[in-house]
T-cell receptor, first 116, second 113 residues
């Protein structure tokens, strides 16, 4: 039973390019959570999605960032016109039901984005 | 602003000693508390959860919770060099999104052979 899968593991983008990060939840899970970890910082919540719905995007920067979780396929975190400050590790987690914060998360291996 | 505070460390202990990691949180309504271990360049790994006041033991790890003091701790007995990592404290965002865990910045632990 595969865990949460993220790809790519490492992504290098030049300033101004777009970055697409993918997260495939565990089988049977329909809730996905994205977190960002800046260098020497703790994890910060970005967005919580259910299939075809954004439940909470209170942690997402207002500009350039978007997320989706289509009916079929992985969840995508999209960063347009990347800047050096976007360089970070991006982690996602999944759960079969809401309220997973009561039980903790299992994170995927993450995508490490480097903007040059 | 809901916050979780941890000493950044590094905390250095000799092999075989007890490592004590501490965490305070600001949201009195928080109900679920977690400790994650994160090795350099890896993803955080959930190692302990605690929901009630008191102690919870799992192998060499003991989590302690005091809701009145808004304080959570993690004790690692018989510390091993393989325990060297950054330990992240997290609490649920009570009243906020069901998807939100609030993390501290982590305490870096170094266990010296």
């Amino acid at each position: 039973n595969a865990g949460v899968m993220q790809n790519p593991r490492h992504l290098v983008r030049r300033r101004g390019q777009e970055a697409r990060l993918r997260c495939s939840p565990m089988k049977g899970h329909s809730h996905v959570y994205w977190y960002r970890q800046l260098p020497e910082e703790g994890l910060k919540f970005m967005v919580y999605l259910q299939k075809e719905n954004i439940i909470d995007e209170s942690g997402m920067p207002k500009e350039r960032f978007s997320a989706e979780f289509p009916k079929e396929g992985p969840s995508i975190l999209r960063i347009q016109q990347v800047v050096r400050g976007d360089s970070a590790a991006y982690f996602c987690a999944s759960s079969p039901f809401p309220g997973q914060t009561n039980y903790g998360y299992t994170f995927g291996s993450g995508t490490r984005l480097t903007v040059v | 602003q809901k916050e979780v505070e941890q000493n950044s460390g590094p905390l250095s202990v000799p092999e075989g000693a007890i490592a004590s990691l501490n965490c305070t949180y600001s949201d009195r309504g928080s109900q679920s508390f977690f400790w994650y271990r994160q090795y350099s360049g890896k993803s955080p790994e959930l190692i302990m959860s605690i929901y009630s006041n008191g102690d919870k033991e799992d192998g060499r790890f003991t989590a302690q919770l005091n809701k009145a003091s808004q304080y959570v701790s993690l004790l690692i007995r018989d510390s091993q060099p393989s325990d060297s990592a950054t330990y992240l404290c997290a609490v649920n965002d009570y009243g906020g999104s069901q998807g939100n865990l609030i993390f501290g910045k982590g305490t870096k632990l170094s266990v010296k052979p």
